[in-house]
């Protein structure tokens, strides 16, 4: 068997460090106000349909595993209201950030994990998202850290059941090793299917695609960043 599908969560460092600096004061307040009515619960059973975990009954569900700054939740939120939105984020820091920002605009339509995305992955019901995000997810860019890139076989395999037929999986990076790697993984994967169809379907950015700090740095650094999308079968 695999390497990345014996590994136990306890040993799934998918993340890097939990803190940055101390908190601004209203970051603090607001987390600390919105984060707990904003957190799912993953000690209760999991629901039989996601949308009951949000107040309205969303249209669709999609999932961003390690949001950073925020800005393309925040954006992905604010640009439909109908849609449910799932954010994970294990740094504090980031996750403060984004919740400030999603309270100043006055977002109803979020939830968010704060921890291990796989803890979450695990507890979801089956079949219940319309979308999986990974946008410039850390690379792990030294070869013995590899391991701990989160697209593995077992993570596929975590997307696949709680993935419908027919949603879609986008992957953003500017690292061509992880590039590589998350194509290769997705070959040899039977639940996804690769859509693009010429050069400019993985070179363009996303339709309403806001940009993010981590694209910005990219780019400035001269990296070509790449926007694969896969759909589960």
């Known amino acids: 068997m695999p390497d990345d599908r014996r590994r136990s969560r306890s040993t799934e460092a998918f993340f890097g460090r939990r803190r940055g600096k101390a908190l601004k004061p209203r970051q603090a307040e607001l987390l600390d106000r919105y984060l707990p009515e904003w957190r799912i619960d993953l000690a209760s059973p999991p629901p039989a349909a996601l949308r009951n975990v949000f107040d309205h009954a969303p249209t669709r569900i999609v999932l961003e595993i390690g949001f ?9 939120a604010l640009s439909d209201p109908h849609g449910g939105f799932i954010g994970v984020e294990p740094f504090v820091n980031s996750m403060a950030k984004f919740v400030a920002a999603a309270a100043d605009e006055g977002l109803t339509n979020v939830r968010l994990h704060d921890d291990d995305a796989t803890q979450l992955l695990d507890w979801l019901p089956d079949a219940s998202l319309d979308g999986v995000d990974l946008l410039y997810p850390d690379p792990w860019p030294k070869m013995r850290h590899w391991k701990r890139r989160f697209v593995n076989a077992a993570n596929l ?9 027919g949603a879609v999986f986008r992957f ?16 040899i994967h039977p639940a996804f299917e690769w859509t693009a169809r010429n050069a400019a379907d993985w070179r363009e950015p996303y339709d309403g695609w806001p940009g993010t700090r981590y694209e910005a740095k990219a780019l400035r650094e001269g990296r070509t960043p790449a926007y694969l999308t896969f759909v589960r079968r």
């Open 68 to 76: 950073g700054g925020g800005e393309h939740l925040l954006h992905r």
């Open 157 to 165: 395999d975590r997307f696949a059941r709680v993935m419908k037929p």
């Open 172 to 187: 953003a990076s500017d690292i061509d090793t992880y590039v590589n790697w998350t194509l290769r993984h997705i070959e």
